[in-house]
């Protein structure tokens, strides 16, 4: 008597089930590490417009009153929606040695993410020369 085979056994539906099961759990786990890596690059881009605009505003001090800032404001609060993040600076201005009109910038803003702190600076020289010939 022959018989006949016309279903799964439980070892073939079991390690279906475990071959899913890991595949799943790794679509997952990169989702997440996307995410991540969207929140990571959405702070970086904040930080580099801040950055920007902090150096633009020094630049047009200096040539409007022919004077640099002593200081920044010492925090920005950027509301993301559904998180405020709060980028801290700090401001470095030196002059180029044998330049006596010519300065050098560095603004460092630093802000935590995902419980760690970040750091993120922009450098520039800019002159004081007048543009009056």
Do not use: C
């Amino acid at each position: 008597m022959q018989r006949l085979r016309g279903g799964f056994t439980l070892i073939e539906i079991l390690v279906t089930l475990i071959i899913l099961s890991v595949g799943i759990v790794a679509i997952f786990k990169t989702y997440l590490i996307s995410l991540d890596q969207i929140n990571h690059l959405t702070y970086r881009l904040y930080a580099t417009t801040i950055l920007d605009n902090q150096i633009s505003s020094i630049e047009r001090m200096l040539r409007a009153y022919q004077a640099l800032p002593l200081e920044l404001t010492h925090e920005e609060e950027v509301n993301l929606g559904h998180k405020t993040i709060i980028f801290k600076q700090e401001l470095n201005i030196g002059q180029v040695d044998d330049f006596l009109d010519v300065f050098q910038i560095e603004v460092t803003l630093t802000w935590m993410e995902n419980n760690r702190p970040k750091q993120l600076s922009r450098s520039a020289y800019i002159s004081n020369f007048s543009m009056d010939l």
